[in-house]
């Protein structure tokens, strides 16, 4: 199932970004590029694609309904909805709070809002920023079906790892700001550590893929109003706040992170 996952994941996504990578960031102007250039928009949607397609045809019609119950699975202790709104928010504002205090200088957002808008702009990222796309790919299919053979922790690693890698295209396209010439190791660091906290409150909430999207749209939230990898001194402070709170949860948690067997 694993392996169905990728291959669909990758080819949809990579088919859909490749050829506008290669258009801005080579000489080539094939008229086939250019064409499948204009739906570059789609390749984020496949993680999810990939996850309905291989439920369908591995587990047929039971998996595809146990799939939407953990979508919707309210069965869950709530007090999970506190790290799940607030960790992101937390770790990547309060570089920026310490840059204050210090007086150094802050890092001006690129898109100064208005805050009676963040309710929308949270709504857009849940839907076309990552969250809905891709959720119940990483989570509800691979972490899930690694974490079956291995231990959670270590899939939480290799999810991390080939998450982070799937974005790959999209650091040769400039309309790709967040990646865009921009070094890939340092997405894949950051994906591999969070898929750590995502894989430790996706255990201890029942599989809740809508919490997983939520956590991952407090994510790109998170970094849409606190512009804090934009200065090397917040960037640094916010790894550090990462680092030491993945090492907190795998002590609190060992390596199971809430996996119940």
């Known amino acids: 199932m694993v392996i169905l996952y990728l291959i669909i994941t990758f080819i949809f996504s990579w088919a859909l970004w490749i050829p506008d990578a290669l258009l801005n960031s080579t000489s080539i102007t094939h008229p086939l590029l250019i064409w499948l250039s204009q739906f570059s928009n789609y390749g984020a949607w496949g993680p999810l694609v990939s996850a309905l397609i291989t439920t369908i045809i591995i587990k047929r019609k039971k998996g595809l309904i ?10 869950f202790n709530k007090k999970w909805l506190l790290p799940t709104l607030f960790l992101f928010p937390l770790m990547i504002g309060l570089p920026l709070l310490y840059l204050y205090i210090t007086n150094q200088p ?10 009676f808008i963040l309710p929308i702009v949270f709504l857009i990222i849940f839907v076309s920023s990552g969250p809905l796309q891709e959720e119940h790919g990483w989570r509800g299919i691979l972490q899930n079906s690694l974490q079956t ?19 790959l295209p999209l650091f ?10 921009r070094p890939i190791w340092g997405l894949i660091l950051s994906t591999t550590l969070i898929s750590i906290l995502f894989t430790w409150i996706y255990n201890n909430t029942n599989k ?5 999207m939520i956590f991952h749209t407090t994510y790109n939230f ?4 606190f512009p804090s990898i934009q200065s090397d001194a917040s960037g640094l402070i916010y790894f550090l706040l990462l680092l030491i709170t993945v090492c907190g949860v795998i002590i609190k948690s060992g390596i199971n992170l809430g996996l119940k067997k």
């Open 66 to 75: 146990k799939l939407f119950k953990q979508t919707f699975n309210l069965n």
């Open 208 to 212: 809740n893929l809508f919490l997983m």
């Open 149 to 167: 053979k291995i231990n959670p922790l270590f899939a939480s690693i290799i999810t991390g790892l080939i998450w982070g890698l799937w974005h």
């Open 106 to 115: 802050i890092p001006k957002l690129d898109e100064p809002y208005s805050i």
């Open 222 to 225: 998170s970094h849409y109003i």
């Open 172 to 181: 040769f396209i400039p309309e790709q700001g967040f990646y865009y010439n």
